[in-house]
T-cell receptor, first 106, second 115 residues
Framework: DAKTTQPPSMDCAEGRAANLPCNHS???????VYWYRQIHSQGPQYIIH???NNETNEMASLIITEDRKSSTLILPHATLRDTAVYYC???????FGAGTRLTVKP | NAGVMQNPRHLVRRRGQEARLRCSPM?????VYWYRQLPEEGLKFMVY????????ESGMPKERFSAEFPKEGPSILRIQQVVRGDSAAYFC?????????????FGSGTRLTVV
């Protein structure tokens, strides 16, 4: 599985887009990129996943670079309830890294 | 349509006692995964089970920890002779297939405190 690198923390203003980057330069051709988040001490929550193409659902958009070495999770209109730790996972055996602690500020 | 159910939500044990954590997967899910989260740390994979089989236990401590997923009933994570360092949140996830492509659904966790 590919190792991922995420910034440890980010801030975002409420109502603005939150763009969370993830580097996964060693990802192989058949490995997906997954995003989960953990709000406070709750169980992780699935957000989105993708292979090559950009993906969008009701929660977020996932932009994957053409070389697949990095991706960005976009929360288009962040709210205070989006404050959480966001985990990027590259690979199929679901090993979590340290994630990015996103704080949405009013 | 109940999600992944974990119980108890909170468990307090004295050093040396046994802790038993239960996880009932979502209906129709036959794959269960256990994770541990120490305070202020990320989630660490422990074990992956299917019904009556341990598929991957590479994240399990070699001693005192065991897991099972019987044909009937919930998956059980068992910690014998608990020590203070076992205090953590233990999360269970389930999926319908053996690939995360189909999505992992997590429970709310069991917070174990060893006193």
């Amino acid at each position: 599985d590919a190792k991922t690198t995420q910034p440890p923390s980010m801030d975002c203003a409420e109502g603005r887009a939150a763009n969370l980057p993830c580097n996964h330069s060693t990802i192989s051709g058949n490995e997906y990129v997954y995003w989960y988040r953990q709000i406070h001490s709750q169980g992780p929550q699935y957000i989105i996943h993708g292979l090559k193409n950009n993906e969008t659902n009701e929660m977020a958009s996932l932009i994957i670079t053409e070389d697949r070495k990095s991706s960005t999770l976009i929360l288009p209109h962040a709210t205070l309830r989006d404050t959480a730790v966001y985990y990027c996972i590259a690979g199929n055996d679901m090993r979590f890294g340290a994630g990015t602690r996103l704080t949405v500020k009013p | 349509n109940a999600g992944v159910m974990q119980n108890p939500r909170h468990l307090v044990r004295r050093r040396g006692q046994e802790a038993r954590l239960r996880c009932s997967p979502m209906k129709g899910h036959s794959h269960v995964y256990w994770y541990r989260q120490l305070p202020e740390e990320g989630l660490k994979f422990m074990v992956y089970l299917q019904k009556e089989n341990i598929i991957d236990e590479s994240g399990m401590p070699k001693e005192r920890f065991s897991a099972e997923f019987p044909k009937e009933g919930p998956s059980i994570l068992r910690i014998q002779q608990v020590v203070r360092g076992d205090s953590a949140a233990y999360f269970c996830a389930s999926s319908i297939r053996d690939s995360p492509y189909y999505g992992y659904t997590f429970g709310s966790g069991t917070r174990l405190t060893v006193v």
